[in-house]
């Protein structure tokens, strides 16, 4: 009992909370951990910084990996307090292979690893910064992320569908571009993935200007193409806008206001 | 009456269907077999790999072209038990006509035609893609796509209006810059084609940098122009965004629940 | 009375509609030649077409001058039928300053310019392209046309108010970067307004590539200065699609159809 | 009392407003001089303008300066007859250290200073715009921004969370594309920081071209994240769009007029 007591102690404190002066401090130190950790990876990829400051950020992150690694054994140990993982080694095996528990691995794992396999897997790290979505269990940010959540969720099939749109009409335009504009420029069109690589980056706008048509059909058929992949793009954007005002006028439905007249509906 | 049977088997099985074991085996064999083939068309032009994989590629090649000519043959036979294409000669060739059998022809036309007129039409065979659309008759997308589509025919004629506002707005402005440009850059806005392929570049944001303004007049105009242009280029985008909020309630309503009161909404 | 009746007849005929064969036929004929101009004019500026072609060029050019100055003439004449162009010679003047006269009279202008003043304005032709939107009055796309106008004029405020706040953004951004920037880049970021044209491709994404900063602090403005630009910029597109969306629902209380549960509307 | 009466007199006379013709001659004064000395700090950074109108555009900053140090004074002497300001000493402190107060000393502050720091901080004389927007107090544009203001508050939440999302991506594909593309483009992509600006200039679709992927899987990459990209950074306009059509349907609500059938609503 006492060591179930302890596991329920260490999970509760573990889990993001701001309710208790302990699990406030927990909560507070891990975040800034994390933050201060993809800043160290972040200037630590600076050629003067990662030279001039290299024992500091390199004794910084064995400090990191400690903390991460034992939180990660003591998550992994009280996760059976859940009802979900209750089973003291299939629920564990279970927790361990769970989304969030698996970037946890990864981002501790590049530490380990580099005396095994010769290749720096330091980006990973970032990877870190996934845990802080559990702050959306807040109540605070709680609403708003399902709300953004339920319009992917509900909207699934014509963000599907129009995903599939894009996807066909990059792969015309890039085989019928590739047809047009290879004769003219064999080093630039070279092959048809290069021309959904100028699909891509015409059809989101981005236009880098390193492959572009120069030859009058080419251009013809970009401008068609681009105006139209402005409109095809811009149906999932119109997906989302339709279906977040929906969530929006829903909120206000579950909360018993009705969205045309502002007063309240009488409950049935 | 058994070559009617055997017709509206083939004609059964050549439709995309999950709910039999042969028609769920055909259908995912074909669809398996496009997407292969859109594959192959793709990689194929990849030098080094249309080079070491080229009998490979070929084989396939003559393969599917070989399953997709059978099925275009059985497709145009069996298609008279379809009452609108009932009658046996004038039917088959309404059938043959028709936009989808059509783009199934030109897919496999480019195989036989190199040995007639020498141009490389491969990428035709990507039209073979258009065939997915079917999958959209299915029940599950069904719903989805006849919403987008429903947007499309509602807001047919706003949509033609601001296409004539962009198209309106590119002319003047690319005869106007051309003007302007012209004499500072006589190599680059050579033409008023040139212009106007600078003008869709620049209201659609891609903005390659292959051609821009240099002299201050025209730098001030494309900086109207563009901000102008933005907000021309998002009317369809609002138009589609709008249409599809009131198609989403539309088919609350349809489903009898109130769209503002998510009640249930009594038959009349 | 004859007279006051063939300025009325001749008034009709050159207004656009389609209800009757004389009118249909001449106004066919005045869209045709209007189209056929701007093409004139895309084309002519084409080196090799201008060269090889400029006979006939021109000659279509006299032709269709002479029909829209006469056309022009015609007009003018026959305006005083209009109840607010009555009177024979101040009515006359007023049409002739009106927006649409004045374009009118812009477009055919130039051709006889050239041997006054020596300016190639010849862009100016395709202003005649302004006449179309006389078709707008045509009942097909009149409501429509009407729709976007009300939410233009309805949503005035917001829509000044947002173009203040870009234009607000976009000088404090490029009197900011000009102070960041210049010192490594004094060719680049020249001066001010060369700053401002640098605000203005970076905040509409266009992004042509001929400025940009190269030091670090600009490449962190430049980032936070790309990500506001960008929910600047959208804030008239939200205005609009919001505006348009009402404007849709309004149509349907005005055709009394309940736009909530899509039925019809008691009248009060 | 007379000196308080002069104070309120003052007070009021620095207050935008078009009610008495004092009042409008001095609104009318101040707002020109701020848009005439903006236009001269951006004239003045030209080359020749700023050396050939050296002495007049100095003159000009002189007058202006001692215009805007004689009014901030008046302002920061007179604004106790505010409530909220009303201690002699406090109160004027805290009055000068109000956001409005502070920029209007930063803007007048870079005139002296350069005889102390031999910095040039000219383009702080920028910020003395941001006091047009006490024009936003003016009836007339009160509501229109008080709607805008709104629709930032009451989304707060969703936009802080989608901001978080797109800084999350940014991190993410940042640390990816420089492991991927740092050994290929050592120059380039040269740390984490300049893969961030990569990342940021590629998902707002401004795309200089100063960096870009140019391996096979950096552009695999690239395209996947501009498409994601682009959805992400769509959500704070859908956010923005679908909050302004709630608030224009409230401000309807508001005038008890019903914004599903447009008749007016009856108090409760």
Not at 89 to 98: K, Q
Not at 115 to 143: A, P
Not at 234 to 243: K, M, R
């Amino acid at each position: 009992m006492t060591k179930y007591n302890l596991m329920k102690k260490v999970h509760n404190l573990l889990t993001f909370g701001f309710d208790s002066q302990p699990r406030r401090f927990i909560s507070w130190f891990i975040i800034s951990l994390i933050c201060l950790n993809v800043l160290a990876v972040i200037l630590g990829s600076v050629d003067t910084i990662g030279r001039d400051y290299h024992d500091l950020l390199f004794g910084f992150e064995i400090f990191s990996v400690a903390v991460f690694s034992l939180e990660y054994i003591l998550r992994v140990w009280s996760c059976t307090v859940e009802p979900k993982y209750s089973h003291p080694f299939t629920g564990r095996i279970r927790f361990a292979v769970s989304p969030l528990a698996l970037t946890d691995l990864l981002a501790i794992l590049p530490f380990y690893l580099p005396f095994l396999i010769h290749v720096d897997l330091r980006f990973l790290r970032t990877l870190r910064l996934l845990r802080l979505f559990r702050l959306g269990h807040l109540k605070r940010f709680n609403e708003t992320s399902r709300m953004i959540l339920n319009v992917l969720r509900e909207r699934r099939e014509a963000l599907i569908i129009s995903f599939a749109i894009i996807l066909l009409l990059i792969i015309f335009t890039s085989s019928l571009m590739y047809f047009v504009e290879n004769p003219a420029q064999p080093e630039v069109f070279k092959n048809i993935p290069d021309s959904m690589w100028w699909a891509v980056m015409t059809m989101t706008t981005v236009g880098y200007g390193d492959i572009y048509p120069i030859i009058a059909l080419g251009k013809l058929l970009t401008s068609i193409i681009s105006i139209l992949g402005l409109a095809t793009f811009a149906l999932p954007t119109a997906i989302l806008s339709a279906g977040l005002l929906e969530e929006f006028q829903n909120k206000k439905i579950h909360e018993h206001i009705c969205p045309t007249c502002g007063q309240e509906i009488p409950k049935t």
